[in-house]
């Protein structure tokens, strides 16, 4: 029989929460989490699969609630696992289908740990499924070693009543490179959270595409340490924002005393689709160093008429108009992703926009 | 083709043509010329639908008054406006517009969708007609294109969407001797019996390779002289305030 909690019990009691946050803070200041706290969760039974997956890729791994329940994985990646947590070390090149899938109302804590060792490559696709009125506290913790390189696709299109935070800890040895890319496009309230460590001549691309709706609350949160030089920052975030939905951008890179020859970039772009809609962005860069090239800058706008009206003077009726103008927007999200299947499968969740 | 009567058009909340009548049949060339300012894009953009415009009067298209109508369901009935200045649109596939818009059109007709190598086919075949650098097709639509080069591409938009109106918004500013007889030429490729233009310019030297049959003068919000091909030389002679007084 499954137990029901109150949130605000689960939390205190939370691996990946040490304390229940609050508005006070700047990280929770957005956050609606004060609103779920009275909300009753059950703690996952980890029966049998819900669903099973025929993923087109050669290796994955398919979880539940954070449990492993299946994968195909090659010997060079060495994995050890518990009843809500992963660790995946890769002493070997590997294209990798991670299928995370969360159970009705249930209250996860999960956490994965991933380490990419010296020279090694590794494409991640992670997509996301179920979490019906559930909450999920998911903690990533990668670690990269010299010359190692990980290129990761999150597709976090949950449950629309899900709820998901999301916080990511990288670790980027020297001159290894991490890159990112996620698309929120369901869920009630999602947070993901990044803190990001480069070390000497090593990079992070970290791009996050939020098409947000009805009330859903989007927050992406960024922080990026350079700690060494000649590394290299690259954020950017944008916000379709319909309806009375809130998305935020909260990105911080900081450059570290004595390192040289940075180079750190920072953007957001929103586009409001309804005059209820609201954007907050806080574009931040905190400088100790004076070798560096930086730029940081957000803009917030709605459609351009002179553009719907130029399209459908061609016969494009004002949806498509609408459309075509939304898939441009978010156009060059795409473009640095170099794993052409995980960019067609970003493609077909956007619905052709991006033909 | 197109009747107008009675017509009053307001932009920005300002009153630019009043009392407007222009009658045009099938296969004839109009050429609407007058001072910068009077209006000449104006009644082209209530032509259209333009969300700019305010309209009052009639105006009667293949038989069907069209006021009522949007922009878009104007152009699918075979209207085409080539603007003035063509707008940029970053990010929008300049071959992925093409091919929606002729689509779009075709769906709305009740015809089947053109598959993509015929519209390929088609589309290559007109470039090379109009003498369009290939490398177009892989930019956004009109970003970074040159002046000539954004006024070759509305022709080009002009020629797949095979329109029975075409509208000319200075089709011919800023371009030179070479680009402007590709414009030329894809203008008379159009010209058939059964399609109908309306050219705005400030000069006659487009129009020395689109003949026109009628040329109008817009001034103090209406048409106040019409006349033939011999008006717009006679206006590049001496000027709008001797040919108006006369």
């Known amino acids: 029989m499954k137990m029901s909690y109150l949130l605000s019990e689960l939390l205190l009691n939370a691996s990946n929460m040490d304390h229940i946050p609050n508005k006070k803070e700047e990280k929770w200041r957005f956050s609606p989490i004060k609103d779920y706290l009275e909300r009753s969760y059950n703690k996952p039974t980890f029966s049998s699969p819900e669903v099973s997956i025929t993923p087109e890729q050669e290796h994955?791994?398919?979880?539940?609630?954070?449990?492993?329940?299946?994968?195909?994985?090659?010997?060079?990646?060495?994995?050890?696992?518990?009843?809500?947590?992963?660790?995946?070390?890769?002493?070997?090149?590997?294209?990798?289908?991670?299928?995370?899938?969360?159970?009705?109302?249930?209250?996860?804590?999960?956490?994965?740990?991933?380490?990419?060792?010296?020279?090694?490559?590794?494409?991640?696709?992670?997509?996301?499924?179920?979490?019906?009125?559930?909450?999920?506290?998911?903690?990533?913790?990668?670690?990269?070693?010299?010359?190692?390189?990980?290129?990761?696709?999150?597709?976090?299109?949950?449950?629309?009543e899900a709820v998901f935070i999301f916080e990511t800890k990288v670790h980027a040895g020297k001159s290894s490179s991490f890159k990112n890319f996620s698309l929120h496009k369901e869920g009630e309230y999602l947070h993901n959270i990044f803190h990001t460590d480069l070390h000497y001549q090593s990079e992070a691309e970290i791009t996050s595409l939020l098409l947000s709706q009805n009330t859903q609350k989007y927050i992406f949160s960024c922080d990026v340490e350079h700690l060494a030089s000649r590394s290299k920052s690259q954020i950017l975030s944008k916000q379709v924002v319909r309806d009375k939905s809130v998305c935020v951008f909260d990105a911080n890179t900081k450059i570290s005393k004595d390192t040289k020859a940075t180079q750190a970039?920072?953007?957001?772009?929103?586009?409001?689709?309804?005059?209820?809609?609201?954007?907050?962005?806080?574009?931040?860069?905190?400088?100790?160093?004076?070798?560096?090239?930086?730029?940081?800058?957000?803009?917030?706008?709605?459609?351009?008429?002179?553009?719907?009206?130029?399209?459908?003077?061609?016969?494009?009726?004002?949806?498509?108009?609408?459309?075509?103008?939304?898939?441009?927007?978010?156009?060059?999200?795409?473009?640095?992703?170099?794993?052409?299947?995980?960019?067609?499968?970003?493609?077909?969740?956007?619905?052709?926009?991006?033909? | 083709?197109?009747?107008?009567?009675?017509?009053?058009?307001?932009?920005?909340?300002?009153?630019?043509?009043?009392?407007?009548?222009?009658?045009?049949?099938?296969?004839?060339?109009?050429?609407?010329?007058?001072?910068?300012?009077?209006?000449?894009?104006?009644?082209?953009?209530?032509?259209?639908?333009?969300?700019?415009?305010?309209?009052?009067g009639n105006i009667e298209y293949l038989g069907e008054d069209i006021l009522g109508l949007n922009a878009n369901e104007r152009a699918t009935k075979g209207i085409f406006m080539s603007f003035q200045n063509p707008i940029e649109i970053p990010g929008v596939n300049t071959v992925y517009f093409l091919r929606t818009a002729l689509n779009e059109q075709r769906k709305s007709r009740g015809e089947e969708p053109l598959s993509s190598p015929d519209f390929m086919k088609q589309l290559q075949e007109k470039m090379a007609f109009l003498e369009i650098d290939k490398n177009i097709l892989q930019?956004?639509?009109?970003?970074?294109?040159?002046?000539?080069?954004?006024?070759?591409?509305?022709?080009?938009?002009?020629?797949?969407?095979?329109?029975?109106?075409?509208?000319?918004?200075?089709?011919?500013?800023?371009?030179?001797?070479?680009?402007?007889?590709?414009?030329?030429?894809?203008?008379?490729?159009?010209?058939?019996?059964?399609?109908?233009?309306?050219?705005?310019?400030?000069?006659?030297?487009?129009?020395?390779?689109?003949?026109?049959?009628?040329?109008?003068?817009?001034?103090?919000?209406?048409?106040?002289?019409?006349?033939?091909?011999?008006?717009?030389?006679?206006?590049?002679?001496?000027?709008?305030?001797?040919?108006?007084?006369?």
């Open chain 1, 60 to 160: 994955w791994v398919s979880l539940q609630d954070g449990k492993v329940v299946d994968s195909y994985l090659p010997p060079g990646v060495h994995v050890k696992h518990g009843l809500s947590s992963l660790e995946l070390n890769f002493f070997e090149d590997i294209d990798l289908y991670l299928y995370h899938h969360y159970t009705q109302q249930s209250f996860v804590d999960s956490s994965l740990n991933i380490i990419i060792q010296e020279g090694v490559k590794v494409s991640i696709y992670h997509d996301y499924s179920g979490g019906k009125e559930g909450f999920i506290l998911h903690s990533s913790h990668i670690k990269l070693e010299p010359k190692g390189c990980l290129s990761q696709t999150q597709n976090q299109t949950l449950c629309a």
């Open chain 1, 265 to 355: 970039k920072q953007s957001s772009h929103a586009l409001l689709l309804d005059d209820s809609a609201q954007v907050h962005a806080k574009p931040h860069l905190e400088i100790y160093s004076d070798d560096l090239s930086a730029s940081h800058g957000c803009t917030v706008g709605e459609l351009d008429q002179e553009a719907i009206a130029y399209l459908r003077s061609r016969g494009l009726s004002e949806q498509k108009a609408k459309e075509i103008l939304i898939s441009a927007f978010i156009h060059d999200t795409l473009e640095s992703m170099e794993n052409i299947t995980h960019k067609e499968r970003v493609m077909d969740l956007l619905g052709g926009y991006d033909e």
């Open chain 2, 1 to 56: 083709m197109l009747t107008i009567k009675n017509l009053d058009v307001e932009i920005a909340g300002k009153e630019v043509i009043k009392d407007l009548d222009l009658d045009i049949k099938e296969g004839e060339v109009h050429v609407i010329m007058g001072l910068n300012g009077t209006g000449k894009s104006t009644l082209l953009k209530a032509i259209a639908g333009s969300y700019e415009t305010k309209t009052k």
């Open chain 2, 139 to 246: 930019r956004s639509l009109n970003v970074g294109f040159s002046g000539g080069e954004k006024k070759k591409s509305e022709i080009l938009q002009m020629m797949m969407l095979s329109p029975k109106l075409i509208l000319l918004d200075e089709i011919d500013s800023g371009l030179d001797i070479d680009a402007l007889k590709s414009v030329a030429k894809g203008i008379n490729a159009l010209r058939t019996p059964q399609t109908s233009l309306i050219i705005i310019t400030h000069y006659n030297r487009l129009l020395e390779y689109v003949k026109p049959d009628f040329v109008h003068i817009l001034d103090s919000q209406k048409i106040v002289k019409r006349g033939d091909a011999s008006l717009a030389k006679e206006l590049e002679e001496k000027g709008y305030e001797d040919v108006l007084s006369s």
